[in-house]
């Protein structure tokens, strides 16, 4: 009897030590507060989080992730531009080092403001460089948004892993779609 509430115990240990490292070292919990990533992320909505994921590789254009901003509060953005990159936004086009790049990721909402006769984003950028170590990074709603247009470019150590699913509510869990 008392070897078998040992064993308990000790599979119950074993499973808190593990739940303490995937939730501190490997996986992130964060909700998604605000509008500023409608219309692919919405308020309320629940992600975990990648947080290994920077530390084997960069990121990407066109990742979103969880940042730390200037203030202190945690913010979900798409990464736009990377280091030693320069970015210009003129109305619903961003372009890179002077060429257009593609957001599928808002075409649709685009096409949509198009037919209406109005911009989708209202909010220019001018020319910027993007600094070593640093990523411009945007709101999928970029006329609702806090980003790199006001705090400025992020720092990769400022970068805290990944969105890799969103899990609530549950009718629109979804493993987010990365190469």
């Known amino acids: 009897m008392v070897r078998e509430l040992l064993d308990w115990v000790k599979t119950i240990a074993i499973a808190l030590v ?53 203030d202190g509060r945690d913010f979900i953005k798409r990464i736009i531009a990377l280091p030693n990159e320069e970015i210009e936004v003129r109305g619903d086009e961003v372009y890179i080092d002077g060429s257009l790049i593609e957001e599928p990721y808002l075409a649709e ?8 006769g109005i ?16 990523y411009f990074v945007l709101g999928d709603n970029r006329s609702d948004s806090t980003d790199s247009r006001m705090i400025g470019t992020v720092a990769k150590d400022d970068i805290v892993g990944r969105a890799d699913l969103i899990y609530w509510p549950l009718s629109e869990m979804e493993l987010l779609p990365w190469e």
């Open 18 to 70: 593990l739940v303490f490292l995937i939730k501190y070292f490997l996986l992130g919990n964060y909700q998604v507060d605000g509008s500023s990533m409608e219309p692919n992320f919405h308020d309320g909505e629940r992600i975990i989080v990648n947080k290994v994921i920077y530390d084997i590789r960069d990121p990407k254009r066109g990742e979103v992730v969880v940042l730390h901003s200037p």
């Open 109 to 116: 909402v685009i096409k949509e403001a198009a037919a209406k």
């Open 119 to 134: 911009p989708y984003n209202d909010r220019d950028q001018p020319n910027v460089k993007v600094p070593e170590d640093s």
